[in-house]
């Protein structure tokens, strides 16, 4: 399975100010997820990032508040945006096909919005 | 709707038990069901995977899948006190690449 390197993994930020999270895949996939993780919940995704095209983003969530970039097939970064103290969380990336070796998840960044 | 539905616990069970854990999904259209571990602080951990009905072993793990009954669980043996953590239902469904969680159910093991 993909190994993910993540970062920051964790920054406490400024409301009003933006962060950039990113993830490295020591492999190439096609598709890499961004899933937000809420104190005490579950994980919720964010967006699919796809390379060569514009992220899908789930209901809920916006491109202007979490512009997604891939510029490759082993990159991509989740930027959150005019931040406030409601998008503190843990953002987490993942990569996978579904298959026998499921999905990886990168290490998370815990963010912190104050 | 998608919805992925576990018993938040906790879940408390002694050195040496079974744990059993269980999930629901309400998509007929899932096809691959998943099992994560999450210890505080970390990211989920893949322990166990299922596409077909019944059983599949994988150590002190088992995973049960029964798609009539849209129920899946996973039941860990000889539990051990570092298997402490939230477990995480995942489903993938048909038409859809990403992974949709249930809550988790928070397993202490008392030694």
């Known amino acids: 399975s993909a190994v993910i390197s993540q970062k920051p993994s964790r920054d406490i930020c400024q409301r009003g100010t933006s962060l950039t999270i990113q993830c490295q895949v020591d492999?190439?996939?096609?598709?890499m997820f961004w899933y937000r993780q809420q104190p005490g919940q579950s994980l919720t995704l964010i967006a699919t990032a796809n390379q060569g095209s514009e992220a899908t983003y789930e209901s809920g969530f916006v491109i202007d508040k979490f512009p997604i970039s891939r510029p490759n097939l082993t990159f991509s970064t989740l930027t959150v945006s005019n931040m406030s103290p409601e998008d503190s969380s843990i953002y987490l990336c993942?990569?996978?096909?579904?298959?026998?070796?499921?999905?990886?998840f990168g290490s998370g960044t815990r963010l912190t919005v104050v | 709707q998608k919805e992925v539905e576990q018993n938040s616990g906790p879940l408390s069970v002694p050195e040496g038990a079974i744990a059993s854990l269980n999930c629901t999904y309400s998509?007929?259209?899932?096809?691959?069901f998943f099992w994560y571990r999450q210890y505080s602080g970390k990211s989920p951990e893949l322990i166990m995977s299922i596409y077909s009905n019944g059983d599949k072993e994988d150590g002190r793990f088992t995973a049960q899948l029964n798609k009539a009954s849209q129920y899946v669980s996973l039941l860990i043996r000889d539990s051990q006190p570092s298997d402490s953590a939230t477990y995480l239902c995942a489903v993938r469904v048909t038409g859809a690449n990403n992974l949709f969680f249930g809550t988790g159910t928070r397993l202490t093991v008392i030694p």
């Open positions: 492999s190439q996939v096609t598709m």
């Open positions: 993942s990569v996978g096909t579904g298959g026998i070796y499921g999905y990886t």
């Open positions: 998509d007929r259209g899932s096809q691959s």
